[in-house]
């Protein structure tokens, strides 16, 4: 369920984003009452959107899976050697 | 102990793959552009301080440029425009990433050598190959590009100036960062040395990651817009030319349709994560300075990481502050004011973790420790003055006023230079095996800080009166600035004398290479992996593979003890510091380099190899390219509403839909040829299946194409023709280079066949399938859009 929590959250947003398009048209005198170019650019910036949201959740996922990786490998070394140093031995701050 | 005896051997030649020479080569093509950004803003400042008077020496610019010395309106705006071409995409990025990036990251991850050595190569020639082309503007006949480095069209489309070869010129530069940034990443996420986990990472490289992933998401978006534009100037085609455009009170013959906003959107899509390219490095360099030289370690390391990557995800939710007047609605205005803001406290952050960094420090006031200093309160006047920026409210008046330039100024040149000095200082050591000297070094620095904020401070007040930044004459024929156009004199004279101001540092560096070497390993007892190799480092960094064993930036504080830091690495190991292991690092005692790890197998903890995860970034900057013509054609469609289709244009759903089927089959042929590589069996057929309904897809595109010439349906004819040819041959191209790739996997793998007692490699044939279905899906996704919709 929690793996779900963060795709749901960013899916909320744009789902939230796009009801918001037909609000966010153009200048605040009309506010883009049945102008098509409102219309475009309001899908064009979101679309603009969609490939950097796709794209960081992928990289971050990947990021994310290797630290916890990283974790186990870390904490399955220490469970196996308990002689090997401290990572912050000897140091005050 | 001085380890000369194992300093490497500096060679130059140019096909060098060593991170480390490209590094250097990167910072010093990056300081010669520099320098010549600095010469275009010397004459600009020499109009602005007396508009109108002759420029001494002025006459040897040209008659066209400079008639009687005075420079000329037109020449003024190529040296603007160019100016900040220059010192944004040619001299400050590729100093920072290119030549601190090559030559550090290896280094303070452990590693011998970046990942794709001859990726990275590619990446600078094509770097310089494109600051060269755009350079040459200036010797063209219409001479550079005019239109400011922001290239706003229907300025940039209808001027008769060397655009075009600034835009080819932005394409080999946006290539270069691509490259680069993919490069860089897979170095720091695959070739990390044992123990270097990343919560063990150098702030700086933390820096560099985030920087590198930046580039690669933010420079295809300028790439698409490079090559419209392009298309606008070439072929004639209106992508950024709305409909009954007048100039000079003449209608221009286009088909119109176009948005220049369009271009607008996908500049600033770069533009502004750019500006977090610029800083994040420069940030980590500081770090890594202030921490070294005040033995301290960096206060809330977790949060300023943290922060780092924050701006990573918010630096492109806010790129439309750019654009507030030009009508946007209350609703995106007010969007994206609150993720303006919102990117602000991430700075904040990291800046008051290295001010709060200093309390309780033991601070040597070195050269390059006052660079560092003085880069916080500069970074912080330059952000700080950012925010009325970026609410609409206060930009209505600031927009485009010396205030704006005051801003960013701060930020890249007393800001992000002084950075970059501070790194030179720092790093020069492990670089030559020589030390700067320290007397020199704060006779460069005091003057420079004193010019800098000479000539940046008055911006804001001059900004303030309302003086717009694009004025040939600084403001000197408006009433209202009259107050002001005195500061105009202050801030040139600041701007010259801080070129002068460059000689002790310029005269310090040929002095210390003048002085015999002392290859101290590591002059500042520093904790980073750097300093743990000879000076300057052996040509693949380390005799064996280094490991790490704690955190960086931990330092002793009880007063008896004679060491005060815990490097990072292993004092008794094998991997101790070159002044411990001279004897070790000497060749003739059978010190072996280390190679480059995860190319045939995947690394543990990412579980890829390199190139798979060069191969997912690489598709990932493709995403962001077609994303943004995806973008492009929506807003374009939409907004022409009725007025989009062209007569005569049918592309029909027959057509179209039996080439996609053709190019579909292709890609089932692939999957079914990689299946059978796994079992060891032969895949000629398939893969030449493959190739043969490629072939013919991209036959048929180009006859239909023909046929459309044929037809007078060209780019000019309209917006939907000209996003047709545009978006096909795009595709085109980029089904045919992975075609070529694939047949050389083909080969490759029909040799590894022939290998006695050994099982075929398939990676290259799954990754270069992989690349084949993507291109494919692309073109599913425009099929729809131009046949079916």
Not at chain 2, 183 to 210: A, D, E, H, S, Y
Request: charged letters at 10%; one cysteine or more.
């Amino acid at each position: 369920m929690r793996r779900l929590l963060f795709p749901a959250a960013i899916a909320t947003a744009w789902v939230a984003g796009g009801a918001l398009a037909s609000a966010a048209w153009t200048c605040s005198v009309c506010f883009g009452a049945g102008d098509p170019d409102a219309s475009g650019f309001a899908w064009g910036v979101l679309i603009l959107l969609i490939p950097v949201a796709i794209v960081q959740v992928a990289l971050f996922r990947f990021l994310l899976r290797a630290v916890r990786r990283e974790g186990a490998s870390v904490r399955r070394r220490a469970g196996g050697s308990s002689s090997a140093g401290s990572a912050h031995g000897g140091v005050v701050r | 102990m001085p380890t000369d005896a194992v300093a490497a051997p500096v060679r130059w030649g140019p096909t060098s793959l060593d991170p480390k020479r490209i590094g250097l080569r990167y910072g010093l093509t990056g300081a010669a552009f520099l320098f010549l950004g600095f010469l275009l803003m010397v004459l600009m400042r020499w109009q602005l301080a007396y508009p109108g008077e002759a420029l001494p020496l002025g006459t040897w610019l040209g008659e066209s440029r400079a008639p009687q010395g005075v420079l000329a309106p037109e020449f003024y705006n190529q040296l603007g425009a160019m100016h900040g071409t220059i010192m944004i995409f040619l001299a400050v990025v590729p100093m920072l990433i290119g030549g601190f990036g090559n030559y550090l990251v290896p280094l303070m991850i452990g590693a011998p050598q970046v990942a794709f050595p001859r990726l990275n190569a590619l990446s600078y020639w094509s770097y310089l190959l494109g600051g060269i082309v755009m350079l040459a503007g200036f010797v063209t006949p219409g001479g550079a590009a005019a239109s400011g480095w922001t290239s706003y069209p229907p300025l940039a489309i209808v001027e008769i100036s060397g655009q075009t070869l600034w835009l080819v010129g932005m394409v080999f530069v946006s290539i270069s960062s691509t490259l680069g940034a993919v490069n860089m990443l897979v170095t720091i996420i695959q070739l990390r040395c044992p123990g270097m986990t990343l919560g063990r990472l150098p702030f700086f490289v933390w820096g560099q990651m985030v920087s590198a992933f930046l580039l690669l998401l933010a420079f295809p978006p300028l790439q698409a817009a490079a090559v419209l534009q392009l298309m606008d100037r070439v072929a004639g085609s209106s992508f950024f030319l709305p409909s009954g455009l007048v100039v000079s009170g003449e209608i221009v013959e286009i088909s119109g349709g176009g948005s220049p906003l369009l271009w607008q959107h996908l500049f600033w899509f770069l533009a502004h994560p750019e500006v977090y390219v610029l800083i994040l490095p420069a940030l980590g360099i500081v770090t890594e300075v202030i921490t070294t030289h005040g033995r301290v370690a960096l206060w809330g390391r977790r949060w300023a990481v943290g922060s780092v990557l924050a701006i990573g995800v918010l630096a492109f939710l806010v790129w439309a502050h750019h654009m507030f007047l030009t009508g946007m609605g209350t609703v995106i205005s007010g969007f994206f004011q609150a993720t303006t803001m919102i990117i602000s406290i991430p700075s904040v952050v990291i800046l008051s973790c290295l001010f709060l960094s200093l309390w309780g420090s033991r601070l040597r006031y070195r050269s390059a420790t006052l660079f560092a200093l003085a880069f916080l309160p500069m970074f912080g006047i330059g952000g700080l003055t950012g925010l009325p920026l970026g609410m609409a409210i206060a930009n209505l008046q600031l927009h485009d006023t010396y205030y704006v330039l005051g801003h960013f100024h701060y930020v890249v040149a007393p800001g992000t230079l002084f950075a970059i000095f501070a790194g030179i200082y720092h790093w020069f050591p492990k670089i030559t095996g020589r030390r700067l000297s320290e007397r020199l070094g704060k006779l460069h620095f005091w003057p420079t800080l004193v010019l800098m904020n000479g000539i940046f401070f008055p911006m804001f007040i001059v900004g303030l009166a309302g003086v717009s930044r694009r004025l040939y004459d600084g403001g000197a024929g408006y009433a209202f600035a009259r107050d002001v156009t005195s500061l105009q004199e202050l801030m040139s004279f600041c701007a010259w004398a801080l070129g002068i101001a460059q000689v002790p540092f310029l005269l310090n560096l040929a002095l210390s290479l003048k002085r015999p070497a002392t290859n101290t390993a590591d002059p500042w007892s520093g904790c980073t992996l750097e300093w743990a190799t000879a000076s300057p480092p052996l040509p693949l960094n380390f005799p064996s593979e280094p490991r790490v064993v704690r955190a960086p930036y931990l330092f002793v504080r009880e007063p008896n003890q004679t060491e005060d830091v815990e490097p990072q690495w292993s004092r008794h190991g094998s991997d101790g510091p070159a002044a411990e292991l001279a004897e070790t690092l000497r060749p003739e005692n059978g010190a072996t380099p280390t190679s480059l790890r995860w190319i045939s197998s995947p690394r543990p903890d990412t579980g890829v190899t390199n190139g798979a995860l060069a191969l997912w970034l690489f598709l990932a900057a493709e995403v962001m390219f077609f994303g943004s013509l995806l973008s492009s054609y929506v807003l374009l469609r939409l907004g022409n509403g009725e007025r989009w289709a062209v007569e005569g244009l049918d592309l029909g759903a027959g057509p179209g839909a039996w080439k996609a089927a053709v190019l579909v089959a292709s890609s089932v042929a692939l999957l079914l040829a990689v299946r059978r590589a796994r079992v060891g069996r032969s895949v000629r057929a398939l893969g030449a299946t493959t190739l043969l309904l490629g072939a013919t897809f991209l036959g048929a595109r180009a006859s239909e194409l023909a046929g459309l010439a044929s037809a007078g349906l060209v780019p000019r004819s309209g917006v939907a023709t000209a996003m047709f040819y545009t978006v096909s041959g795009l595709q085109g191209l980029h089904l045919l280079a992975v075609a070529i790739v694939l047949l050389v996997a083909m080969v490759k793998k029909g040799g590894d066949r022939g290998s006695a007692n050994r099982i075929p490699d398939t990676r290259p044939l799954r990754l270069v399938s992989i690349a084949w279905h993507f291109f494919v899906a692309v073109w599913l996704v425009f099929f729809t859009l131009f046949h079916l919709t």
